[in-house]
């Protein structure tokens, strides 16, 4: 069964830090793009970052440059999102994707979802 778990999500003061995983099962994530997309209430969900198969990121939104970071180790079948200096904008749950070649910011072209994990930042 293919399936990807996200966790590491929490509450978290203005100015903290997270790391977000993504652990696969049933397949082998060094094979595909990784993408990292978060949903606030009301609102569409919105591309993050990807990682391509070479470890090559990139980033979509741009309120996220300099503070967030995506990695991925795939001895362990795992991607990570690090996000330092968090803001009150940045409450959303977060997802991760797969799709195969290349990254892409547009959440119809991944093939694979997971349950995501909430993230909230608040004082």
């Known amino acids: 069964q293919l399936q990807l778990v996200e966790s590491g999500g929490g509450l978290v003061q203005p100015g903290g830090s997270l790391r977000l995983s993504c652990a696969a099962s049933?397949?082998?994530?060094?094979?595909?793009?990784i993408g990292w997309f978060r949903q606030a209430p009301g609102k569409e969900r919105e591309g993050v970052l990807c990682?391509?198969?070479?470890?090559?990121?990139?980033i979509y939104e741009d309120s996220v440059k300099g503070r967030f970071n995506i990695s991925r180790d795939n001895a362990k079948n795992t991607v990570y999102l690090q996000m330092n200096s968090l803001k009150p904008e940045d409450t959303a749950r977060y997802y991760c994707?797969?799709?195969?070649?290349?990254?892409?910011?547009?959440?119809?072209?991944?093939?694979?979802w997971g349950q995501g994990t909430q993230v909230t930042v608040s004082s």
């Open positions: 994707a797969v799709k195969a070649s290349y990254c892409s910011e547009y959440t119809g072209s991944y093939e694979y």
């Open positions: 049933g397949f082998t994530l060094a094979y595909y793009a």
């Open positions: 990682i391509r198969t070479s470890g090559v990121g990139t």
